[in-house]
């Protein structure tokens, strides 16, 4: 295939099979570990294509997997996008009235949905009438329902589809510009906001993801993909590994911190992405089973979608050799902003371990085609000194300009191409940025702004943590006071006063939070960030 002068996945996503066909995916369903390398990836996605041709595939069309991180959800997220259709990833978390809020905008004709997640599927092919085609992703499972509307729903196995098509024989010429894909989110916020990517904006994010300074991605390395292929396209890894000929471990569903070891260790990983929570409940894992995992394959994990602690970051460096590079993004920028890794300019290689932490634990450099602008209430820019904070700004290559559907959020995203994203940020004078809270989650005490990220990341390095979260309770004569949500470490104790203590050194008595609450979990929104909405919601009940 010669490529155009186009950016269209078609040119860059099967690059793998033709410079490294010896490696591809490792596949892990309930059904059997497959692995498949990457010249078969491009032959059963042209398959595929000819499958859903039959079916009558039409260009701009949405397709909706609802499924883990598989090689079945793989073939689409090759098909679909290079036959001029829109893969639109449908977040297995979420309730069946958000599933079908998405689904009344975007219509989905055909879903692909995980043998194990065919009842929900069923269900929502009850509600949506216009779905039309469940393809289902895997070996029928024996409690599987009827099908609710046998006259008019096809339910046809993904395996068959490939197995009875032929390879569609090449692929068709798109603009540059056409909705490659789409990704829903709900943020920590509530009702879900739909993104649209183009296969410009999506080969540009696939390409930052091999730069030295973002994550350094190659064709030496493995990926293990925790990040779920519903959430911001997966972070475009199935692409990257698909153009740099890496190896892709998909981990289907059980994402429990011991399986993530296990799967590191046999197949070899050298670096994966994941949010804060999971890297916390690995090292947990860690520590309750030393020396059962040996992590010298790996060399780098990226943290993001949340903030990480400094402990963290320092503990994965001394106790276990692995970088943890930090990341900020969001669904609405394809999704990745910015990395951090150690050191990045020629003066940062000779600082010591401990001024290179001080880079890791702040979000970083916006990766190039990308800029970050701060600004404050009056529209001026704060100074640039790594303290004074502002609302951040984004703007470039893949940022987004719209919702794909009406949103009351749309208004975020401004004539000029800057999307205001929400995040209070501080910049230093080398363009490194710092999140300092989400703008919803400060907390204004007495007419002063209190971080709710800042506290939780001091408290969250307490060993009696397991995991914490911080909130404003309304309060009469402040406006808001904090409150700390905290759920222990088996055995351990914690009581506000020794909270308080410790925080001394870094926050004054008003920063210091009220009341500490112990709880059994601190609940996690679908795609594993805190959920303050619910906690909020808790306070006020
Ligand atoms: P989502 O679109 O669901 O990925 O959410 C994006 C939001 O997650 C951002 O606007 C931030 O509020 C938050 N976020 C992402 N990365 C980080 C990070 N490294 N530190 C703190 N918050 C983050």
New binding site residues.
Partial sequence: MVPSRRLLLKHLAFRASTIAPASGLVSTPPDGTVEVGWPEVESRARRLATGFLARGLRVGERIGPLAFNDHRHADAYFAVPCLGATLHPINVRWNPQETIAVLEHTRDRILLVDAGLMSRGLELAAACPWIEIIVRLGPRLEDEPRNPRPNDLEIVDHETLIEDSTPIACWPDLEEDSMMGMCS?S?TTGIPKTVGYSHRTTCLQTMALGLTDCMRLSGRDTVLAIVPMFH?LGWCFPYACGMLGAGLVLPHRDLGPERILDLVVTHEVTTSVAVPTVWNAVLSALDANPGRWNLDRVDRIVS????PTEGMIRRFRDEHGVEVI???????IN?VGTMSPAATTREEVEFDSERRLRHQIV?GRPLPGLAVEIEDEDGGTPPHDGIATGRLLVSGWWVADRYAFDHPDGERFRPDGRLD???VASIDDRGRMA?RD?AKDMIKSGGEWISSLALERAIGDFPEIAGCAVVGRPDDRWGERPVVFANLEPGADLDLETVRERLAREFESWQRPDELLIVDSIPLTS?G?IDKKALRAGLRG
Avoid at 304 to 307: K, L, T
Wanted: aromatic fraction near 4%; charged fraction near 15%.
């Fill in positions: 989110t943020g911001a993001g979608g949340a903030a930090h990341s900020w993004g969001m669904t609405e999704p979000a994203t929400g995040d999140i989400r795609t960030k």
